[in-house]
């Protein structure tokens, strides 16, 4: 084995995986896995059926295990089935020994503590189903969350599913625009927010922000108000309450009756990026959703009762969904949810949350690894990171210095890295390594999870075969239960069809480039549409580029992504301005203003160039290859393949020419 070998691609360093991990792991061999993983395709229905009995409780038995149509996009599992979520995550375990186990433990930014039992955590959530139940909540409607990590949203979110409300969470580092976008596109009944968030010592003044969106979204009849700092902050007579008075008054009780929903009854709402226009709702339904995220929790994290498991996500993205609130909550684990960031009070803070609450499962994003790798050594190593097993990766592909700096300084070479391929519309890991049994390849997301089907498909739109080396585009053929059920608002599936279901023809199109090994390992080689992954964030050019449009002396611009150190991918706005008008010096600054208030801060551009014209086809289409080569520091012409299609080239020189920072 090379240690120092760093391939980004098939036939490099291997790890095995250690007697430390396999001792425990849940899983035994890897031809375990492979006779799982073979029934779970043979007989999906029957796999599925054993681990919807093992993994969830049912009220009622479901009628069909599986309906679908990947044509014109339809797909059914359990239905029929009741069942719900908050009743599977909590009330289950006040009697299978767990009443008393820690299921959060809050981590707070000054760097205090608080544990939540799962009795504890029952309470809460009924006292706020209670009171979402009094501010006219009913199944089906829509209730927004607008939270810090505090672990009222956790209490939210279930509190919805307790009652059959469908959440929508909103990041909160969103502004105020994005907020209101998505409140009017949902039509949120209620807003669940806090007077301000706390991280990395800064406030972030929610409620303020919030306020302004509310003025454009009428939807909202209530607002429930988290005193996360108990400053004063405007509240709105008869729209506006707090959390913490709602949630203790008299008549408000701390049991409520579960709303036995079925199977393909929405849960969740969560709005991503695509290539174009606003961002679309993906909607998540209840019993397929919770049985991949708590099959995956299991058998991805291998977590044990006595594990302490810790996900550095936020709630406002799918990870936090999944890997934070319902699977390590659907198999009954104790789940850290922190407030702050990596960097404070110094670059030390998840190593110091390892060490002190003996952390088993540690789940973060390569931008995060890599800007801790940066900081030194000396802060991983001045923290006791034994209790660690496993450590995972999710978001973007991890580049193979920072998955060896992972590997050999936080999992002291023993841990295994779970390198976890997923997406906001599979719910669950889809791809993973499974921990203990499963080699290791820096860089290769793995193995396909049990049901996942994956096919890469290359220019000719046929499978690539395996081992050859051939980069194509990542495919499914076929359903999965967590797999998300359509777009909200979208009539007949046909924007759902469109995006995931048209490209290829009865598959399932993931928008990512892949490699697949003589092994089966997928290494993945980033996105193939207008999408940009910053720090493991999906962001769309299309709204980047709105928001730069909407400044009175931009004629347009066109956004797209190049190779940034610790980001993963940076942003480059590329734009005109309207006849006759003189770039101003502080231009650079204003556009990102006007980014930073219509999307939120991780959406301004790292660079921004004034060129006099795009690059334009003869059919008026903006050749974004070459933007992405000048972005990346490309400026030898002849890499960038075929220009006589475009209407003027002399616009590609200008373009080099003019490039900032050469
Ligand atoms: O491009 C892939 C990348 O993130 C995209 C999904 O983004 P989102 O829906 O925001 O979900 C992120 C968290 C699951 C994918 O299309 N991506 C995610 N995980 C990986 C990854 N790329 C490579 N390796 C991963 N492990």
């Avoid at 110091?352 to 802060?379: C, K, W």
């Avoid at 210095?401 to 050999?408: G, L």
Wanted: hydrophobic letters at 35%; aromatic letters at 10%; one cysteine or more.
């Amino acid at each position: 084995m090379n240690e120092h070998h760093t391939p980004s691609s098939p036939g490099g360093a291997v790890y095995e995986p250690t007697e430390y991990v396999h001792e425990k792991s849940w899983l035994t061999s890897l031809e375990q896995y492979q006779e799982l993983y073979q029934q779970s395709v043979e007989d999906p229905e029957t796999f599925w059926a054993e681990q919807a009995k093992e993994f969830l409780y049912w009220e009622k038995p479901w009628d069909k295990v599986l309906e679908w149509d990947f044509d014109d996009p339809h797909i059914s599992w359990f239905a029929g089935g009741k069942t719900n979520v908050a009743y599977n995550c909590v009330d289950r375990h006040l009697h299978d020994g767990r009443r008393n186990k820690a299921a959060i433990i809050w981590e707070s930014d000054e760097r205090k503590s608080k544990v939540y039992t799962y009795q504890g955590v029952y309470n809460r959530v009924c006292r706020l189903a209670n009171v979402l139940k009094a501010h006219g909540v009913k199944k089906g409607d829509v209730v927004a969350i607008y939270l810090p990590m505090v672990p009222e949203a956790v209490f939210s979110m279930l509190a919805c599913a307790r009652i059959g409300a469908i959440h929508t969470v909103v990041f909160s580092g969103f502004s105020a625009t994005a907020l209101r976008d998505r409140l009017q596109a949902s039509q949120a009944k209620v807003l669940i927010t806090a007077d301000n968030g706390v991280r990395g010592g800064r406030i972030n003044p929610l409620k303020a922000q919030a306020d302004e969106a509310l003025l454009e979204a009428p939807s909202v009849k209530t607002v429930i108000v988290v005193g996360r700092t108990r400053q004063e902050v405007d509240m709105m007579p008869g729209r506006d309450v707090y959390y913490h008075e709602e949630v203790s008054r008299d008549d408000i009780s701390s049991h409520c009756d579960v709303e036995w929903v079925d199977a393909e009854d929405p849960l969740f709402i969560l709005y991503t990026s695509g290539s174009t226009g606003k961002p679309k709702g993906i909607v998540h339904t209840t019993a397929g959703y919770l049985l991949g995220t708590a099959m995956t929790s299991k058998y991805t994290f291998d977590i044990r009762d006595d594990d302490v498991y810790f996900c550095t996500a936020d709630v406002g993205w799918i990870t936090g969904h999944s890997y934070i609130t319902y699977g390590p909550m659907a198999i009954g684990a104790t789940s850290i949810v922190f407030e702050g960031v990596p960097t404070y009070p110094d670059a030390g803070r998840f190593w110091d949350i390892v060490a002190r609450h003996g952390v088993n499962q540690f789940y973060t994003a390569p931008t995060a690894i890599r800007s801790l790798m940066r900081s030194g050594d000396e802060f991983p190593n001045a923290h006791d990171l034994s209790s660690l097993r496993v450590i995972g990766s999710v978001g973007e592909p991890i580049n193979p210095a920072a998955w060896e700096w992972y590997y050999h300084v936080i999992g002291h070479d023993r841990c295994s890295v779970v390198d976890t391929w997923w997406q906001t519309e599979g719910g669950a890991h889809m791809l993973t390594t499974i921990p203990g049994i499963m080699k290791m390849k820096p860089s290769a997301a793995g193995l396909p999870f049990f049901g996942m089907q994956p096919v890469v498909m290359n220019s000719e739109k046929e499978p690539s075969e395996a081992a050859t080396g051939e980069e194509g585009r990542l495919c499914i053929k076929f359903p999965w239960p967590s797999m998300a059920r359509g777009i909200w608002d979208d009539p007949g599936n046909a924007r759902f069809k469109e995006v995931y279901f048209s490209q290829y023809p009865g598959l399932y199109f993931s928008g990512d480039a892949a490699v697949c090994d003589e092994d089966g390992y997928i290494w993945l080689k980033g996105r193939v549409d207008d999408v940009i992954n910053v720090s493991g964030h999906r962001i769309g050019t299309a709204e980047i580029e709105a928001s730069l449009n909407s400044h009175p002396e931009v004629a347009e611009s066109a956004v797209v992504g190049f190779p940034h150190e610790i980001k993963g991918e940076g942003i480059y706005a590329y734009v005109v301005l309207k006849d006759g008008v003189d770039p101003d010096p502080g231009l650079d600054q204003i556009l990102a203003g006007l980014v930073r208030k219509n999307i939120g801060p991780i959406a301004k551009p790292d660079v921004t160039h004034i060129v006099n014209e795009l690059p334009k086809t003869r059919s008026g289409k903006i050749m974004r290859r070459i933007l992405r080569k000048v972005a990346a520091g490309i400026t030898d012409k002849e890499q960038y393949g075929d220009l006589s299609t475009l209407v003027d080239e002399t616009v590609v020189d200008q373009i080099i020419d003019t490039r900032p920072h050469k």
